[in-house]
């Protein structure tokens, strides 16, 4: 099964990730306690777009 939309070979897909990215570290950096973010990144990876916690920075 081919995908619909190739996110990664393209520059829309570019601005999506970028974006998903930055809503990813907004959570990280957020106050919300640890297993509250945890659950969320857990929520949003049950979308389209799977966020991958491992790779974000948080400054600390």
Do not use: C, H
């Amino acid at each position: 099964m081919e995908p619909r939309f190739d996110l990664m070979n393209n520059n829309l897909g570019a601005k999506i990730a970028k974006r998903i990215y930055n809503v990813a570290l907004a959570i990280v950096d957020s106050p919300l306690p640890q297993a509250t973010q945890n659950l969320v990144m857990l929520r949003a990876s049950q979308g389209s777009f799977p966020l991958n916690v491992d790779t974000l920075e948080t400054g600390s």
